[in-house]
């Protein structure tokens, strides 16, 4: 079947501009997590969706990230303003339990700042 | 707060060789184990998982890990590591109590030499 799914692959955006990244997870996966990856290092979570409640925004680094599930199902993460700092790769992972003790993940999205 | 390391950065191993990467925990109860392996340009895909029952767990690919409580510790094995296990690896800690997410390690690179 069809895994978890992300677009865009890559996005380069000049500093100051807004970025929209999405999320497609596997069907039915009640679970959905954003992890922001920068390079070399492992991935660190941002925040959590329980179907369409965002129970958990603690690892959101600023104001100018927000992400969002309005229907239970796709998921999008956008950054406003993007600074040099944000360059990473954003992965999206899901899960079909609540609570998500196992994730799948997509191939994330690079996301470059110039 | 749940932590994890993992000692080594980069391991360089001959095609053939027996493999054991490090990994140690620090969690407040009984934790959740993972090992991610990623692929450059790959999203994570999970090798294996500990949630309790026997602490000597299997995995896809012929990887294996052991669950030391005592240690702290969940080192990821192989008897026989081949070209194509050339990758990135990560442990992984979690969801713990109140708390949604994966807490990864750094990393170790694989390298494999023919």
């Known amino acids: 079947g069809a895994g978890v799914s992300q677009s865009p692959r890559y996005k380069v955006a000049k500093r100051g501009q807004d970025v929209a990244l999405r999320c497609d997870p596997i069907?039915?996966?009640?679970?959905l997590f954003w992890y922001q990856q920068a390079l070399g290092q492992g991935p660190e979570f941002l925040t959590y969706?329980?179907?369409?409640?965002?129970?958990?925004k603690s690892g959101l680094p600023s104001d100018r990230f927000f992400a969002e599930r309005p229907e239970g199902s796709v998921s999008t993460l956008k950054i406003q303003r993007t600074q040099q700092e944000d360059s990473a790769v954003y992965l999206c992972?899901?899960?079909?339990?609540?609570?998500?003790?196992?994730?799948?993940f997509g191939p994330g999205t690079r996301l470059t700042v110039l | 707060a749940q932590s994890v390391t993992q000692p080594d950065i980069h391991i360089t191993v001959s095609e053939g060789a027996s493999l054991e990467l490090r990994c140690n925990y620090s969690?407040?109860?009984?934790?959740?184990l993972f090992w991610y392996v990623q692929s450059p340009g790959q999203g994570l895909q999970l090798l294996l998982k500990?949630?309790?029952?026997?602490?000597l767990v299997q995995g896809i690919k012929g990887f294996e890990a052991e669950f030391k409580r005592s240690q702290s510790s969940f080192n990821l094995r192989k008897p026989s590591v081949h070209w194509s296990d050339a990758a990135e690896y990560f442990c992984?800690?979690?969801?713990?109590?109140?708390?949604?997410?994966?807490?990864f390690g750094k990393g170790t690179k694989l390298s494999v030499i023919p």
């Open positions: 992972a899901s899960s079909p339990r609540e609570g998500g003790n196992e994730q799948f």
């Open positions: 069907s039915g996966h009640v679970s």
């Open positions: 969706f329980q179907n369409e409640a965002q129970l958990d």
């Open positions: 969690y407040g109860a009984t934790p959740y």
């Open positions: 500990y949630f309790s029952g026997d602490t």
């Open positions: 992984a800690v979690g969801p713990g109590a109140g708390s949604y997410q994966l807490t």
